[in-house]
């Protein structure tokens, strides 16, 4: 399986970050889930839906939204947006399943989804892996 995701936020529609995986955090996580969350409530007051997808200069987002979740990944440019779609849509289905009861019963505590990422390792582009891209 091609791992095409490299980042990965999740969070809860107020901008609490529930999960994340990210390479190089050049950015407080709780931050960015904030701006995120506010960022798709204003584009939800402008076009039904919200945000989907947005570029920087050396990276693609997709985001896609399931049960009071913002599910974000990031990606490089040569990676097509079809496949991480697919792939965070596996990823926030196992999420909604594996920690419904969290969800509905959220309180602000995000220990108990820490461990997701034993479960989404096929999904994630390792570090190694990039290393590997610098030396080749």
Not at 1 to 24: A, C, H, N, P, Y
Not at 36 to 42: D, E, G, R
Not at 125 to 135: P, T
């Amino acid at each position: 399986m091609v791992k095409v995701i490299q980042d990965l936020w999740i969070l809860e529609e107020s901008g609490t970050v529930l999960f994340d995986r990210v390479f190089d955090e050049k950015i407080d996580k709780n931050l960015f889930g904030a701006m995120m969350s506010a960022l798709n409530s204003f584009a939800a007051e402008l076009a039904e839906g919200g945000l989907s997808s947005f570029s920087l200069s050396q990276k693609n987002f997709s985001i896609i939204k399931r049960k009071n979740c913002l599910f974000i990944a990031s990606y490089p440019k040569k990676s097509r947006e079809k496949k991480v779609i697919e792939e965070l849509k596996k990823i926030s289905k196992r999420f909604v399943q594996l920690y419904r009861e969290e969800l509905e019963n959220f309180q602000g505590e995000v220990t108990p989804f820490k461990a997701f990422e034993l479960e989404i390792e096929d999904s994630l582009e390792q570090v190694v892996n990039k290393l590997q891209e610098g030396f080749w």
